[in-house]
């Protein structure tokens, strides 16, 4: 029996993701992938199911603190820069 991948995840449905992530911290998962089903028609999220959506905005969401790092340019403090 040939054993099924899961698809990948492309770049842009990832930053969809954490887009609505940022966007609306106060949602569930399963109302981030009930917006995001809804209102992103034209990127290739659309064509993904409901609840596969919402199982990755789960798995992004664990992920979503260790994108957030010091931004050397932005950020005025410069010894927290210091990395």
């Known amino acids: 029996m ?5 698809p990948h995840w492309t ?13 609306f911290p106060e949602k569930s998962d399963k ?8 209102h992103e028609q034209s990127s290739t999220i659309a064509r993904r199911s409901e609840d596969a959506i ?19 340019v932005h950020n005025p403090n410069r010894r927290f820069n210091h990395y």
């Not at 040939?2 to 899961?6: E, F, H, L, S, T």
């Not at 770049?11 to 966007?23: A, G, M, S, V």
């Not at 109302?31 to 809804?38: G, H, L, M, S, Y």
């Open 31 to 38: 109302e981030i992938a009930q917006f995001i089903k809804k």
């Open 54 to 72: 919402y199982q990755h905005v789960a798995q992004l969401r664990n992920r979503q603190s260790d994108l957030n790092v010091p931004d050397p």
């Open 11 to 23: 770049r842009e449905e990832n930053l969809c993701i954490y887009y609505y992530l940022d966007r």
């Open 2 to 6: 040939k054993k099924v991948k899961a």
